[in-house]
């Protein structure tokens, strides 16, 4: 009898696989050339610089990962569901262990976490405020990335992997946010199974799995024990239609994977500290940057115990600064809507723990929509955090105003917003006042960190 594969073992070896098809491809195209040849014929594609600049990055890594050394390398896979967002892109249903050696894969096994965090003594307390709304008394793997920093988020992750009695020693970590899976479909195209209902495309993919596996397979006449079988086959015709790709097409999805990169879809961490400096100049890397200096925002969710919700909340934020006062003021407006309008298997009542990062010195002075506000100090930022309840079908607009450091002035204003793993292009305005009243304002979509240099 054939082996049935889970779902998240799918998602998990596709979302592997387009990493190392990437490499794969730079590989064919350069095979036995060193780096600074390849680096040379990139500079040639018909492609922007910024692109360049990424494909150095990617061919810097593939040489890693395809060189014929001896040496194993052993890396954790993170899977994380970003329809149930978590600080570090989602919750964490299952991890993979991937071992490479001489440019192959040697093994891959995958083990749900239900079953793992079983193993880790339930001695840690979990932070504020996964104790109070989810009622759990210890810190396990599946919540290991509280952070918005993902080089925080994956030593947690392996150091909760040891207390678990794993004995692997890992040379990085790389987590995959589901979102990856439509990256595949951007350049299969739409694809239909023989026995299932519907089309699978990159649109409706991820939605219609969860719903062929959580519900759809009752009313088909599955066995429980089947339900997941649909993912072998969308496996089988993906790899399929991969396995026949052409350069042009292999290209168009390295393309779309280093676009899943920028917008932190997917993160990567490295134990090697030049291969670490590698990812956080690519700004793979996931970080939060602790370095800078002038003005900072980032916002960071954490959906608790609202299923998979976070498919229907939509985001925008205003954020406004005026520098023509003594203290220069920030007021910041981030409003959620419920798109979702009754309670189902997937969604109900959205509940948030949200955190806003802003310079070190900054002096909340008034919020609104917010209670019980904590604070603290992290990443050589401060942070306000507050939990947010957002009910079906209904808007809520949260505010804070604060007063940034007075060292903060008109002609040297700088401004650097950084997203959260998983959250989808989020739609904001910046205002920024300067002396004698003057204003400027940016329409922008945060798909990625965004700065703005005066």
Same mark, same amino acid.
């Given at each position: ?10 998602? %998990? ?90 440019? @192959?894969?040697? &093994? ?28 759990? &008394?210890?810190?396990?793997?599946? *919540? ?38 439509? !990256? ?6 739409? %694809? ?22 959580? @519900? ?45 990169? @920028? ?13 670490? @400096? ?8 996931? %970080? ?77 002075? *008034? ?20 939990? %947010? ?57 945060? !798909? ?7």
């Amino acid at each position: 009898m054939a082996k049935h594969y889970s779902k998240k073992f799918w998602i %998990i070896f596709w979302s592997i696989s387009t990493i190392f098809l990437i490499s794969f491809w730079f590989l064919l195209q350069f095979k036995n050339q060193p780096i600074k040849s390849i680096n040379t014929a990139i500079d040639y594609l018909p492609i922007e610089l910024s692109q360049k600049t990424q494909f150095k990055s990617m061919a810097y890594f593939a040489n890693y990962f395809m060189q014929h050394d001896n040496q194993e390398k052993t890396f954790m896979i993170l899977f994380q569901n970003n329809m149930e967002l978590r600080p570090g892109g989602g919750y964490i249903g299952s991890f993979g262990i991937l071992k490479i050696k001489n440019g @192959k894969i040697e &093994n891959f096994r995958a083990h749900d976490l239900s079953n793992f965090d079983g193993r880790i003594p339930s001695t840690i307390a979990p932070p504020y405020p996964m104790k109070q709304t989810l009622h759990i &008394n210890s810190w396990k793997l599946r *919540d290991s990335n509280w952070s918005p920093d993902f080089p925080t988020n994956a030593k947690k992750a392996i150091y909760f992997y040891h207390l678990g009695q794993g004995k692997e020693k890992f040379s990085g970590v790389i987590a995959v946010n589901s979102n990856v899976l439509t !990256s595949f479909l951007k350049v299969t195209g739409p %694809i239909q199974l023989e026995g299932y209902p519907g089309t699978y495309d990159s649109q409706n993919a991820i939605l219609t799995l969860e719903y062929q596996v959580e @519900k759809g397979y009752i009313q088909q006449g599955i066995k429980k024990g089947d339900r997941k079988s649909v993912m072998n086959a969308l496996a089988s015709v993906i790899l399929k239609k991969l396995a026949s790709f052409s350069n042009s097409q292999k290209l168009a999805l390295a393309k779309i994977i280093l676009a899943d990169l @920028k917008t932190k879809d997917i993160q990567l961490y490295f134990t090697g500290d030049s291969l670490e @400096k590698q990812a956080n100049l690519s700004g793979w890397a996931g %970080i939060v940057n602790a370095n800078w200096e002038k003005d900072y925002l980032m916002a960071v969710d954490a959906n608790l115990g609202s299923y998979k919700s976070d498919y229907y909340i939509k985001r925008q934020f205003d954020y406004s600064v005026d520098l023509s006062k003594d203290v220069p003021q920030a007021d910041l407006k981030i409003t959620y809507t419920h798109t979702a309008k009754v309670k189902d298997w997937m969604t109900k009542n959205y509940l948030t723990y949200l955190r806003i990062y802003v310079p070190n010195g900054s002096w909340l002075v *008034d919020s609104k929509g917010l209670n019980d506000i904590q604070f603290g100090n992290e990443f050589g930022k401060k942070y306000f955090g507050s939990l %947010i309840n957002v009910p079906l079908n209904q808007t809520r607009t949260v505010e804070f105003k604060y007063n940034l450091p007075q060292k903060f002035k008109a002609d040297n204003y700088n401004l650097l917003i950084q997203k959260e793993s998983g959250v989808e292009n989020i739609p904001g305005h910046v205002t920024v006042t300067e002396k004698y009243v003057t204003q400027k304002n940016y329409d922008i979509t945060l !798909s990625g960190d965004w700065t703005l240099n005066k």
